[in-house]
């Protein structure tokens, strides 16, 4: 690289919804942009989380300046303890970013020593030969922050996850004028968020879900359970207006909107006002079901969570029944719907009658639709436009945007985790791409799966294993996920008169053995039951 | 029982979408109503179909005068193969109904002797005491009939699955009037499908969708593949129009659907005209590809399907390339979600430009949204009304849609599979429920899968497999999907010099020992990997 070159690396977040995280850098400085994790499905054979692959970021560690953090979600900040473990940057961040990373943190202690930076609006931070500012945007969660972050290339401005709310958020009307003033300046650059590329027009705002979270609880005769992800503050403060206006009194259940409820009041993102709606849970039983909201994790029907607990009976402090009305303000995740159908049919069994996304507008999404999209790229009108955050699909329509608004076909790259655009005097190219394998992670990070043991998961869960040991007094055989007790014994007799058959007749070496009583045993159940189970052999007398 | 008592029984699809089947009997008759499978998720530990529970048809065998078919998909007539392993009832249906249930029969030479009697739309049929009139409707599949039912207690209309298009076809205008008619002279219960309830208003119409197809197919550059359900016959034949008006050759890609066509173009479901623009598939190339349109399985993005091997670059006749437009012209029903996502993504990998229920009206579903329930509740006017054919909450809603239409709320019967309603004098009252245990089924049917071996396929799949041999010659330790090669040789040996340590202080029976070589491991495990595989602990000596 010459030293005035830049260089754009994603390693997560550009082929996927989740585990988002870049590296821009030149010869001699390095800034990597988010950390986060993306969740696998609920049953992808026990892994728990996915990282980005940090190889590439070990390689270039002596350059790195800094972790700039663009807001507070799991799939832009969830991998940093896992990142820590391997490089330390100092890490920038607004001040509720800032917070949820440090309560992550602090379940760990080898992390008391991390360099954290509270970074303000529109303050700028000197890094190497890179100069950042962070540009308030809005979404999903409070405090949210685009960059814009000057290179030795020019400008490049990173959206951040945003969308274009036409209302206002406490007092203060929503605009993208630190865009457009980056516009008119030049921009070399623009990284967009392409989440919801596919969703035509412009989303709804967040006061028109207010109108109809208000005209839901105006009619709700009992108990009104609100379940919401906990680092939504802003719809949590306004279902907190709801229930002044309607003297209801709030309860929080569930650890993480416990934790960030009180954080978003101290740091004044929830108004002392609306927190006076809020008592302890220890007094639910003393507030009458009509004046009583409750606030609860579980949108997701995650298992043990709140709501979840609720629809299965068994929670401690709210037995659902007749009157309760529940309202789920949160979006389907892909992978999560089945799970979220079979909590709603749940609750409707208990008596409940339930409010989602699929019947009425109790929620929106915090990502732009792609009338915004426009007006984002219209704002900036960059040089060159890579879009982020998405699938495959959602990149290439973007970049298919992107072109309808005239900026040209080789202006735009159309990216994957590993790889390279090196932009060098005023022009971009593709470099060779980086080897990336993201880490699966199994049980809190003690595991690092291998893809070879996900596939023997995946083997053992569709047809169950089976032990055949020869041994000195005979042949022994177990079985796991094959059998039901009905027919265990009776099935593996069989087995056994079988193989016990096929051992006398033959004089096979040790090893070839083993491979025929593996095939043999596999051949038997493929007639008995249709299937081939993972076989173990094991010879513990010579044949 | 009274002799002019009538009793309704659910024995699928109360409860879900799929697997519909249910009984309606007096004292000496009973009528089977449809015979359908669900299908499992994609990765549900080895299940390949889900079946009603039979039990109860066994128990009232000697009443059963008939199974009626109300059209040809699977969840209505893909389980006929394994019913008639336990009883064989005459088979009532439509000539397109029973085409399909005869090439699914063909398979197994068992089912020869089937008796199957086809049924004209409006021809009545008398089944002990009751008597029954098929009733053309309109789904996603040609050849679809609701029922009417004269019982002792009155008429039962069955919608089956319907939609009300404000098209026509094939050149009829379609309408509600025999429902009507129906309506008019009195009806004692109405059964409605309720998988669309969540939709408000009306789905768009065939004909919408006919002209968003011909806007599309009318720029396409290059190939057009249109991917499409089996059965979807009058969608195919829109298609065909399609193309002969745009002068495109068609060919057929795809087992279900090779097998369909014909089938409706010898039954007069798709024109002879229409059928002039197929060819065979060996004349693939000599057509160029802006005159080529495919008709292919796969939209599902099930594995081995036509569109699934184009998308892996696989197909043996089309290798997707930049130019080629590809269409799918369904549902991403819930489950194949991520499956299809990650289709879609490799087909934009490949080049292709891809066109999606979420991105273009290329689908329409074929049940009827919440407008056309409530037409269909105004129009047969029923005294009692059971939605059937849904989760829990559709039939909720559907229930809570027939009350603001005057139908009072104890004439209202939300009801699961095995529930039972009992009409009497003119009332109805819920009796005792039966016991009620879907069939889970694995490689075509040759063994039942137990809800015990799906639990311990679970639990192999988050953890994988330990085997602990304690043998005269020593410890044997072998284990599946827990540890990747690079690390497997160095934690066994670990692992076995722990569990030696172990064995040698310790003077317990052999059962106890058994047990505790099992803790031990899994204890290991935890400390290791963080989780607890199963574990075999397998005792050949004496201790």
């Not at 608004?405 to 390279?420: A, S, T």
Request: glycine share 8%; proline share 3%; hydrophobic share 40%.
């Amino acid at each position: 690289m010459n030293s005035s070159d830049l260089l754009f690396t994603p390693l997560g977040g550009l082929g996927e919804i989740g585990m988002n995280m870049m590296v821009l850098e030149s010869a001699s400085d390095a800034l990597i942009i988010d950390c986060g994790v993306m969740f696998p499905d609920s049953r992808d054979y026990g892994v728990d989380l996915i990282l980005p692959d940090f190889s590439y970021l070990e390689k270039i560690k002596h350059k790195i300046r800094a972790l700039l953090l663009t807001h507070g979600h799991e799939d832009h900040i969830g991998a940093v303890p896992y990142l820590l473990r391997v490089i330390k940057p100092k890490i920038y961040g607004s001040s509720f970013t800032l917070a949820l990373l440090r309560t992550k943190l602090e379940e760990d202690h080898r992390h008391l020593s991390v360099s954290l930076n509270e970074t303000k609006p529109n303050q700028k931070i000197k890094l190497g030969v890179f100069s950042v500012e962070f540009l308030q945007v809005t979404h999903s969660i409070v405090d949210g922050m685009g960059l814009a972050i000057h290179t030795p290339q020019g400008t490049v401005i990173h959206t951040a996850d945003f969308k274009i709310d036409s209302g206002s958020y406490r007092g203060k009307k929503i605009t993208l004028q630190k865009f457009q003033e980056y516009g008119k300046r030049g921009v070399t650059l623009l990284l967009s968020d392409s989440t919801n590329v596919e969703h035509q027009g412009k989303s709804l705002s967040e006061e028109q879900i207010h109108q109809e979270l208000e005209k839901i609880c105006r009619k709700a005769p009992g108990r009104i359970i609100f379940s919401v992800f906990a680092t939504n503050i802003r719809r949590m403060e306004q279902v907190l207006q709801i229930a002044l206006k309607f003297k209801r009194r709030v309860v929080l259940l569930g650890r993480s909107i416990e934790t960030n409820v009180p954080i978003a009041v101290d740091q004044g993102f929830i108004g002392a006002k609306e927190a006076s709606a809020l008592i302890d849970s220890q007094d639910i039983d003393e507030v009458h079901p009509e004046q009583l909201m409750v606030i609860c994790t579980g949108s997701q029907a995650e298992e043990h969570s709140a709501l979840w607990r609720m629809s299965q009976g068994e929670h401690k402090h709210i037995r659902i029944s007749m009157g309760d009305w529940v309202i789920l303000s949160s979006k389907f995740i892909p992978g999560n719907e089945k799970a979220i159908s079979r909590l709603i049919n749940n609750l409707y069994r208990r008596g409940a009658e339930v409010f989602y996304e699929k019947v009425a507008n109790v929620h929106i999404s915090g990502h732009a639709y792609a009338q915004e999209l426009k007006q984002m790229i219209e704002a900036v009108k960059p040089r060159f436009f890579i879009p982020v955050h998405g699938e495959y699909r959602h990149l290439v329509r973007h970049g298919q945007l992107a072109q309808s608004l005239k900026i040209p076909p080789h202006h735009i790259f159309v990216c994957e985790n590993g790889d390279r655009i090196l932009f060098s005097n005023g022009k971009a190219q593709r470099l060779e791409p980086l080897e990336f394998q993201p880490l699966l992670i199994q049980s809190e990070g003690k595991g690092r799966l291998e893809t070879e043991v996900l596939k023997e998961r995946r083997q053992l869960s569709q047809t169950g294993v089976v032990c055949v040991i020869k041994s000195i007094d005979g042949l022994h055989i177990y079985s796991r996920g094959v059998l039901g007790e009905a027919e265990n014994k009776s099935v593996t007799k069989r087995l056994k008169e079988h193989l016990l058959r096929f051992l006398k007749g033959t004089k096979l070496s040790d090893s070839d053995l083993q491979e025929e009583l593996r095939l043999q045993t596999r051949r038997f159940f493929k007639e008995e039951l249709g299937i081939k189970p993972v076989v173990f052999p094991i010879l513990l007398v010579r044949s």
